[in-house]
């Protein structure tokens, strides 16, 4: 079992940028951030293999970076140019395989989310 901690959300203006962090208590090949906005369902917004290979979800690319520091089993997401309609509980996801790293329903291990708010 692969615990997940979740931290860095919080409140900007439009924008702004965050920077939100995940610790992991052990290895898995891919880790991905995973939103779900009120009223919606979940959405991959990006994913990262072990051998950092990265996926992106089309509203994100070119504003989200995300990364990976092996030594520290800890997942990493760069938000900048944030915009209201990322408004959204962001979760650390985590698992051994998956041929599609954006889509939710292949990850085993969820951390407890970490809420981004953001406002025009």
């Known amino acids: 079992q692969v615990q997940l901690v979740e931290s860095g959300g919080g409140s900007v203006q439009a924008g702004g940028s965050l920077r939100l962090s995940c610790a992991a208590s052990?290895?898995?090949?891919?880790m991905a951030w995973i939103r779900q906005a009120p009223g919606k369902g979940r959405e991959g917004v990006a994913a990262?293999?072990?051998?950092?290979?990265?996926s992106y979800a089309d509203s994100v690319k070119g504003r989200f970076t995300i990364s990976k520091d092996n030594t520290k089993n800890t997942l990493y997401l760069q938000m900048n140019s944030l915009k209201p309609e990322d408004t959204a509980m962001y979760y650390c996801a985590a698992g051994h395989f998956t041929i599609a790293p954006l889509s939710p329903n292949t990850y085993n291990y969820w951390g407890q989310g970490t809420q981004v708010t953001v406002s025009s």
């Open positions: 990262i293999d072990s051998d950092g290979r990265t």
């Open positions: 052990g290895y898995t090949y891919f």
